[in-house]
């Protein structure tokens, strides 16, 4: 079986009046049916552009995108409505991805009756359905987004997500917005539906004890690029990559009897406009030499464990 979404040197620029925006730059991965990728970083390094690439949200500048084994990069007209019926996403902010003028039900039964697939009765049964799936009350069905709360809000959003069974739901920071209390409920829900319906995530977040909680596998990304990517617990274990390790020392302790050995960044952030070859991290690398200049590329320094450093092995021993 070939895995459910497989990205190979994907690109997508922006023109801007300075040139070229790299925001996501030869970015390649796989992901294997029934499993979550968490995707890091900090603000501005491409991890919700190159989500919106894969399904087809915005056009990919270069490379490709499979969905089970078929290339779906280019993919129009009709060809594209039956990938987008396989692939949905769950927008950050359900205080905005939802229409206001549309009652909850409505919105959930949207996606079906656009889908010209299932009669009236069929559209009101599976509604119903997936408001019990996902935890909202029939009670609530009449209710617009404003009268509920965020949680409920991004169960709306979720259910949307789901009603056309896809098999791939890019969740683009969906409990950022959310309470502490509120947002592990959201994620022990999305888990519980992988578990029951075997879908495939691609989970986008900057939260790294989020993701630690979700994901099988995390990408580390800086400036639109892969600078590490392994299983979940090899990066909280063995990080390797520079920037992933000031990453994790940002996590706080909530034990006060060890010290926090946090890693400070310095130097200017580098441009994403019409970058220059090599290290995007090298101005605020404290390991920095001479070969940092030559352009990095991702490579495995251990069983699924890759990193864009050149100098990885001298730096970890």
């Known amino acids: 079986m070939p895995p459910v979404i497989e990205v190979r040197n994907l690109k997508k620029y922006f023109k801007v009046p300075a040139g070229l925006l790299h925001a996501v730059d030869d970015v390649s991965f796989t992901i294997n049916k029934g ?4 995707v890091v970083g900090e603000s501005g390094c491409g991890k919700s552009t190159l989500g919106r690439t894969i399904i087809r949200l915005q056009e990919a500048t270069g490379g490709q995108i499979l969905l089970n084994g078929e290339d779906v990069t280019r993919a129009s007209g009709k060809n ?13 902010d359900p205080y ?8 909850i039900e409505s919105t959930i039964r949207e ?3 656009n889908s010209g697939r299932y009669s009236r009765s069929e559209i009101k049964e599976k509604a119903a359905n997936l408001m019990d799936l996902v935890g909202i009350d029939t009670r609530l069905r009449e209710s617009y987004p404003h009268e509920l709360d965020g949680g409920r809000r991004q169960r709306v959003g979720i259910a949307r997500a789901l009603a056309l069974n896809p098999e791939f739901i890019v969740c683009d920071e969906p409990v950022s917005s959310l309470d502490v209390s509120i947002q592990a409920q959201v994620l022990n829900l999305l888990m519980d539906l992988q578990d ?20 099988n596998y995390i990408c580390v990304m800086y400036l639109g690029e892969q600078v590490e990517m392994c299983p979940s617990h090899e990066l909280f ?11 994790l020392s940002a996590i706080p302790s909530t034990d006060i009897f060890k010290p926090m050995q946090r ?17 995007r991290f090298a101005a605020r690398c404290v390991y920095v030499k001479e070969e940092c200049k030559l352009p990095q590329k991702l490579e495995e320094v251990s069983p699924q464990h890759y990193v864009a450093c050149c100098r990885v092995r001298e730096i970890n021993g």
């Open 111 to 113: 996606p079906l009756k």
């Open 35 to 38: 499993e979550t990728l968490g």
């Open 263 to 279: 890693v400070q960044l310095k130097g200017e952030i580098t441009s994403p406009i019409n970058p220059k070859p090599g290290c």
């Open 96 to 103: 905005s991805s939802l229409n206001p003028r549309q009652r």
């Open 80 to 92: 594209l409505r039956k990938v987008r019926e396989k692939v949905q996403i769950v927008f950050q």
């Open 237 to 247: 274990l063995n990080n390797l990559h520079p920037y992933t390790k000031a990453l």
């Open 196 to 215: 029951r319906m075997g879908v495939t995530y691609m989970f986008v977040t900057h939260d790294l004890s989020v993701v630690r909680h979700i994901s």
